[in-house]
DNA sequence: GCATTTTACATAGCATGCTATTCAATAGGA
DNA sequence: TCCTATTGAATAGCATGCTATGTAAAATGC
């Protein structure tokens, strides 16, 4: 009845409106914020690694920054060496969004983890990389 | 860096693929899948009863039913009683994927918990019941 | 050097999922 | 009864994610 795959689809898209909602008051959403946290910790980087440091898509990578640029979040200028690579980098509203978003995915993450104690949580997490790991192998 | 959130929204994409993958020779969506087996389980559910069963919001059920009657896997016809109701039943097609489709799901389960033993399965599976029942309430 | 292949990104088209709104039918209360 | 509230479903509009394809720049091989 409830495979893993169902409950994992389940589990994401609670996690999805919950992040969603902390997050509206800040202008950003879920997906924007996941490459910010690749920004925040270098900013910078091409289309390309934020592709592999998110593991998606790179038809949504383009799609997502092109919002994220819409919305004031980044910039997109070719490289000097390159001009096939697009340099990625924050504007200043999206430097000024990392201490209130990064909360905010905090809460959501330990209000979603509040049943389990410290093992548990360990558990989960260790369980579902594992389970990644085994998918992203082929 | 993986946080909880992180790796719910990962191992449902990837979930989503390789079920997606394994679904299309039979002509059958990810989506389409959840909704036959709550049919196959029991036929002739209102479209509100689908929503309670999938937890998920009714106007995405409405556009998955669209699609599934489009792909003529369900019929929807209003119900005699109150003509807002829409009675949803499966077609001849849809009755006679239930052992293949079933497979396919189940083998990708399968697959994606390969990596752990029995235990480590029940456990990933009841971590992750609990955290989306914390995340339900409410 | 030039043709071919590869790489980086963009675009098209679609499925899934959400929120918000609308519409019609039914239920409930005065 | 009639007016209002509620209910069941459809629709609009959008974000996220996918596959498939197009385009331009760079790299490679002869």
Known sequence: MHSAGYLANHFARLMAVGLQRR?????LAPAQFMVLL???DRDGQTQAELVVGLDVEQATMANTLSRMERDELVTRNPSDEDKRVKIIRLTERAKKLRVPAQKAAYDQNMH???DLDENEQFQLVQLMQRAVSTLKRR
Chains 1, 2 share one sequence.
Do not use: D, Q, T, Y
């Open 23 to 27: 997050l509206k008051p800040l202008g």
């Open 38 to 40: 690749e920004l925040w």
């Open 112 to 114: 979603a983890l509040s």
